[in-house]
């Protein structure tokens, strides 16, 4: 069973910072890309940052500059660092992790974790 784990989620002020961490653990055999994504009330989820199995990486145009996504293949953990945050940034955040569970081709799926809640005040 594959689990993804979230965590560093919490209340901040604005123009400060927190490090988001999510473990991947369970019966994996390769993780390719992962990535972040957020939710805020009467929104979309949308894609925030994502990076490959290799350490290239891509961010939403709104945290450009702000955020940095990084990835310890050792550890099976994705990370994100958000800095300057703004209260437009509430929301909760949700890793994706695309996994092969077997060493076979075409069975990639992708999983999410569970959430964790970003709050950024005023």
């Known amino acids: 069973q594959v689990q993804l784990v979230e965590s560093g989620g919490g209340l901040v002020q604005t123009g400060g910072s927190l490090r988001l961490s999510c473990a991947v653990s369970g019966s994996i055999f390769v993780i390719n890309d992962m990535g972040w994504y957020r939710q805020a009330p009467g929104k979309q989820r949308e894609l925030v940052a994502a990076i490959t199995s290799g350490g290239n990486s891509n961010y939403a145009d709104s945290v450009k500059g702000r955020f940095t996504i990084s990835r310890d293949n050792a550890k099976n953990t994705v990370y994100l660092q958000m800095n300057s945050l703004k209260p437009e940034d509430t929301a909760v955040y949700y890793c994706?992790?695309?996994?092969?569970?077997?060493?076979?081709?075409?069975?990639?799926?992708?999983?999410w974790g569970q959430g964790t809640q970003v709050t950024v005040s005023s």
């Open positions: 994706n992790a695309k996994i092969k569970i077997v060493p076979a081709i075409g069975v990639w799926r992708e999983y």
